[in-house]
T-cell receptor
Framework: QKEVEQNSGPLSVPEGAIASLNCTYS??????FFWYRQYSGKSPELIMS????GDKEDGRFTAQLNKASQYVSLLIRDSQPSDSATYLC?????????????FGKGTLLTVNP | DVKVTQSSRYLVKRTGEKVFLECVQD?????MFWYRQDPGLGLRLIYF???????EKGDIPEGYSVSREKKERFSLILESASTNQTSMYLC???????????FGQGTRLTVV
């Protein structure tokens, strides 16, 4: 089983809709969870981090974490064409003094005007 | 703002050459990472480091080595470049206890 899995997509939504991106992880010791956005030809940029169970909201973005189900999601409300990008889920697993940051393969989101 | 700088944006090397990719961060971060990114395969971790002179293998370390002599600099070394190492290479750094990681601009390496 891969360490971090994302719904493979691609995902296409109309402008103004809610986009829902999902991610599961295999290691129960995972402690930090991130969502990155990557535009074509660019490096990933951090958009959300979440460390405890529940929801975390930042503008149009909401991250949700359920450690019991080993599940983390990202909701994008009022989706805009500029949100069209690949979204990467990332998880940190602590191994004592080191912190391994592992990514899912990403979900390509297209927001249609 | 955190700044992570990779030495080259594009590189073309010949098969068998020794290749150095350099990464420097200016935020005194403990953790640094090297990934490669290929279409359909996502970001795959090659090596990471949690302190000076400390390194850990990631998921695909074969054919690579790393060096971290100073806290701000993490180098990826391809001992003998091969065509299957043609890829986008991304460096990232993060602070202690698993906080957010920030990426450099990436190096697109082509091995011919």
């Amino acid at each position: 089983q891969k360490e971090v899995e994302q719904n493979s997509g691609p995902l296409s939504v109309p402008e103004g809709a809610i986009a829902s991106l999902n991610c599961t992880y295999s290691d129960r010791g995972s402690q930090s969870f991130f969502w990155y956005r990557q535009y074509s030809g660019k490096s990933p940029e951090l958009i959300m981090s979440i460390y405890s169970n529940g929801d975390k909201e930042d503008g149009r973005f909401t991250a949700q974490l359920n450690k019991a189900s080993q599940y983390v999601s990202l909701l994008i409300r009022d989706s805009q064409p500029s949100d069209s990008a690949t979204y990467l889920c990332a998880v940190i697993v602590s191994g004592g003094s080191n912190y391994k940051l592992t990514f899912g393969k990403g979900t390509l989101l297209t927001v249609n005007p | 703002d955190v700044k992570v700088t990779q030495s080259s944006r594009y590189l073309v090397k010949r098969t068998g050459e020794k290749v150095f990719l350099e990464c420097v961060q200016d935020m005194d971060h403990e953790n640094m990472f090297w990934y490669r990114q290929d279409p359909g395969l996502g970001l795959r971790l090659i090596y990471f480091s949690y302190d000076v002179k400390m390194k850990e293998k990631g998921d695909i370390p074969e054919g690579y080595s790393v060096s971290r002599e100073k806290k701000e600099r993490f180098s990826l070394i391809l001992e003998s470049a091969s065509t299957n190492q043609t890829s986008m290479y991304l460096c990232a750094s993060s602070g202690p206890t698993g906080t957010e990681a920030f990426f450099g601009q990436g190096t697109r390496l082509t091995v011919v």
